[in-house]
């Protein structure tokens, strides 16, 4: 079994590790042109490719084979590998700088933008003036952004969960134990007088008698059946070993968009604003176009979106923003000639439908693509034979931060307010125009993004899905905490919040902001209750915190409130206020406008709370969480995938509750089978000292039974309950050491080891026993005073000593059936697992054993007692056996 069991093992890794293998390989088998100043232009494969190689693409459709940087002409990328969510991202190339200050200086988000990352694939490669698309090499192999997520797959993070460590330092005490009946066994054997080999044997045969071989192997077949139930829900699983940790979770983090709302956004309407305020809303709904204006021409071209085999792609908010127009994408042809534009720049123009537009189209010159950590995105367009114009879209408070103060209406934050408490996603829109001798590639972002007028807000409407109130309902009734983690806006974050469940009606809200002080190290937080709008603050040179408790109505219970905070003030709170952080995250519960190194930050600190965290996210942005998360799961199936444990083929949150009960299934099951393996291996230890005491009648036959046709069979059939179909408010025991379960197995070593004593001393005082009778039985129990030893039987047995007895009967029959008793106590059904009774082939493997094992005992068959070594007693003695083992099981159940 232990042979068979490594070999699975190895064959496992082995194929994890030729297709871990294929997927490294796959990009050093491709051709790539790289310059040389000597030999131009030549054909090399990429595993050649060394840093400072200076790269030429063209064409569509290529794997990049290293990390690139661009540094002469665009590309439009997909980077679903890495981000988990196949939108096309354009890259942008590294500006030349005056400055000797090195690019990499750059935050994260800005120097993204110009590197092409190993793995992603290049959909366009867009040539600048000078006719090629230039990158230079900046890392190969495993020092890539691929390189990293192979990294990760094989050296993952290290789960801190105790189950393990405590599984070792529970094999090391059955290792002592066993040494103990090493030593006894030697001084037994040795003092009798037996051959040195023999001694050595039967010595050695003890420490696999105390440390059960098999016990890997019953662990792993609960997690492989929990992992076969999974995957026909849908749940897929790279990492088993994890599934016993989801049945630990005690907090869930959420993304929000694609997580716990639709995919799809609805445009709901747009609200223009001029000098005096905002105007009416316009309502897509209507049917009516919208008017001809800067705003119009703000959501007809500040985009991402690209035209693919006649297709547009793209985002998906571009995506709605860009149809709501009713204008259409195409390649610049002859019917749009700018000076210094590509042949196949992308341009907009109105559809034949939309009257009185007074452009021919408008040509997109320049991107400076959306960051997350920006929360915006602007372009730089020419109007065909008019203006050249800058639009930016974004966060509508980030927006509003480049505007001109006088072209921002003063209701701009209550009408803000108006739409995201109604859960609507607001983006904001913003222009201005750029002086036409002003050369389009030498405008730095920070020039462009200046001195805007505000134009308006777009709203979109973000739906629940149908599946998530009902699941977080279930997860907060049964003590699961659960927690929202999205880059959207904070106020569309707790109304998505309250009305998903996360809040309830009759908890309030608090908001918290955090703020450095400007050229100096100080910063301040403030609390503000949402409803009341209440304001309090808190400084960081004070030594007292602030008593939110007291601050909320006093017939508030504890709990009742929930912490609310943008990615900003999580931030700043982390570096000033790092002792008040725990307070905060022990009721936080909403975190808006969140970055993804932000996400994975959060996920870290939950867990230096002692929280067991999943995370389930869409796969875009959330890949650090999901890698850092003790259980991720996405709900993409791209190959970013592969860095999360768990990945759902339903693109909902329902998965969450069924792997916590799989995984609470799962870790009883362990417990279960930890528990039974150690007993029985007691149970059998026991018996075979005892035995040693008195006489050395073993054998190996009795053994065979137990361990295949007893501990086999259920260690294979035990795991077969599925999990209980309602999560409980409560979590099994994570802990292998712990007094619970401790004192279970004591207790029944300590039963098992008094019904044994019992057993081998009554059968040493019947009337019937005799020390000389080594012979199998030939006659019926009532005539067996007058048993004789058999030369014929001795000359069967052989004449090594080995014969078989009275004391070796009883000790057999006892151990045989207290291990199914045993078997039956520890299969554990409700709370966590469904009934045993539900274990059909468990109960029917128990039944024949116990069957099996009860016609051996009241049969009388000489043959059949020799084979097995066993010597038939009379009537009264397997009454006897019988009226221990049922009280055994009495006191089991009581123990248990």
Not at 57 to 84: F, H, R, W, Y
Not at 250 to 262: A, E, I, Q, S, Y
Not at 504 to 522: D, F, H, M, R, Y
Not at 727 to 745: D, K, N, T, Y
Request: charged fraction near 20%.
């Amino acid at each position: 079994m232990s042979i068979i069991s490594i070999a699975l093992t190895v064959y496992d890794l082995r194929e994890q590790s030729v297709k871990l293998h294929r997927l490294v390989e796959s990009h050093n088998s491709i051709t790539v042109s790289v310059f040389g100043r000597k030999a131009g232009v030549q054909e090399l494969e990429s595993r050649f490719l060394v840093p400072g190689d200076l790269l030429i693409l063209t064409g569509n459709k290529v794997q990049m084979p290293c990390d690139a940087i661009l540094i002469d002409g665009s590309c439009v990328v997909d980077e679903g590998m890495l981000t988990g969510e196949s939108i096309p991202v354009t890259k942008t190339p590294l500006p030349k700088m005056d400055s000797s200050v090195p690019w990499k200086t750059q935050s994260e988000a800005d120097y993204k933008r110009h590197v092409l990352f190993c793995g992603t694939e290049v959909i366009q490669a867009k040539a600048a003036c000078s006719g090629t698309v230039k990158a230079v090499v900046l890392q190969t192999g495993f020092n890539t952004a691929k390189g990293d997520l192979v990294r990760s797959i094989l050296y993952p993070k290290p789960m801190n969960f105790k189950l393990y460590r405590d599984a070792i330092r529970f094999l090391l005490c059955l290792v002592g134990t066993a040494t103990i009946g090493m030593i006894y066994t030697l001084c037994v054997f040795v003092l009798s007088g037996e051959p040195p080999e023999e001694v050595v044997k039967k010595a050695l045969d003890v420490i696999t008698i105390a440390v059960p071989p098999a016990l890997p192997a019953a662990l792993t077949t609960g997690i492989i059946y929990a992992q076969r139930r999974l995957k026909k829900r849908g749940i897929f699983c790279i990492s088993p070993q994890r599934i016993n940790v989801c049945g630990q979770l005690n907090l869930v983090c959420f993304d929000k968009t694609g997580t716990l709302t639709r995919d799809g956004l609805d445009l709901w309407g747009v609200v223009p604003c001029d000098g005096n305020g905002f105007q009416e809303v316009h309502s897509f709904a209507s049917g009516r176009a919208l008017p001809w204006g800067p705003l119009c021409a703000a959501m007809a071209s500040c985009h991402s979106l690209i035209l693919l085999d006649g297709t547009i792609q793209g985002d998906p908010l571009d995506l709605k923003m860009f149809e709501a127009t009713s204008w259409e994408m195409a390649i610049s042809g002859d019917n749009f000639h700018i000076k210094g534009l590509p042949a196949y720049a992308m341009v907009v123009k109105p559809c034949k439908t939309v009257s009185q537009v007074p452009v021919e189209g408008i040509a997109i010159l320049h991107q400076f693509p959306f960051s997350s950590a920006l929360q915006r995105m602007t372009v730089i367009v020419q109007e065909m034979g008019g203006d050249r114009l800058a639009f930016m879209k974004g966060a509508p408070e980030r927006v509003a931060s480049f505007c001109q103060p006088e072209t921002i209406p003063t209701s701009f934050v209550s009408e803000l307010q108006i739409y995201t408490t109604q859960g609507f996603r607001v983006i904001g829109l913003a222009y201005k125009k750029l002086e036409m001798d002003h050369h389009t590639t030498a405008l730095m972002r920070d020039q462009v993004e200046s001195d805007l007028m505000f134009l308006g807000l777009l709203i979109l409407e973000n739906r629940l899905k149908e599946e998530t109130k009902p699941v977080l309902e279930e997860l907060i009734s049964a003590r699961i905490r659960t927690v929202m983690i999205t880059g959207d806006n904070l106020q569309t974050a707790i109304t998505v919040a309250r009305k998903s469940g996360m809040v309830s009606g009759n908890q309030k809200v608090i908001l918290i902001e955090a703020n450095e002080t400007p050229g100096s190290s100080s910063a301040s937080v403030s609390w503000k209750l949402v409803e009341e709008k209440k304001h309090m603050a808190y400084r960081n040179q004070q030594d007292n915190y602030i008593n939110i408790r007291e601050d909320i109505s006093d017939n508030s219970r504890e709990g009742s409130y929930h912490f609310a905070l943008s990615g900003k003030s999580f931030q700043v709170i982390s570096q000033h206020f790092s002792s008040l952080l725990p307070k905060i995250l022990i009721n936080g519960t909403i975190f808006a406008r969140m970055s993804p190194g932000q996400k994975s930050s959060l996920v870290e600190e939950f867990q230096k709370l002692d929280y067991f965290v999943g995370m389930c996210g869409d796969g875009a942005n959330d890949c650090g969480a999901l890698k850092m998360a003790h259980v991720g799961i996405s709900l993409s199936e791209q190959e970013a995938s592969v860095a999360s444990p768990f990945t759902s083929k339903t693109p909902n949150i329902e998965c969450v509750p069924h792997l916590i009960k799989e995984g609470r299934a799962a870790l009883v099951t362990s417990f279960c089978m930890f528990k039974y393996m150690a007993l029985y291996s007691m149970i059998q230890y026991i018996g075979v000292l005892l035995l040693y005491w008195e006489t050395n009648s073993l054998s190996n036959y009795q053994f065979l039974f137990q361990d295949l046709a007893i501990t086999t069979l259920i260690g294979v059939t035990m795991n077969l309950n599925g999990a209980y179909p309602k999560l409980v408010p409560f979590r099994p025991a994570g802990r292998l050491i712990s007094p619970p379960l401790l004192l279970s197995v004591i207790f029944n070593i300590l039963l098992s080891l008094a019904m044994h004593i019992v057993g081998f001393i009554l059968v040493q005082r019947q009337p019937w026993y005799s020390m000389e009778m080594h012979s199998a039985c030939t006659m019926r129990n009532e005539t067996i005073s007058k048993l004789t030893v058999s030369p014929t039987a001795l000359e069967k047995n052989g004449s090594n000593g080995d014969f078989p007895s009275f004391e070796n009967t009883t000790i057999w029959f006892l151990g045989t059936i207290n291990c199914i008793i045993v078997a039956l106590v520890f299969s554990k059904g409700k709370p966590f697992r469904q009934p045993t009774y539900r274990n059909y082939i468990f109960v029917l493997v128990l039944a024949i054993q116990l069957g099996v094992c009860l016609f051996i005992l009241f049969a009388d068959f000489p043959d059949l007692y020799r084979r097995l070594d066993l010597l038939c007693t009379p009537a009264l003695w397997r009454v006897y056996i019988i009226i221990m083992l049922s009280s055994n099981f009495i006191v089991s159940l009581i123990v248990e």
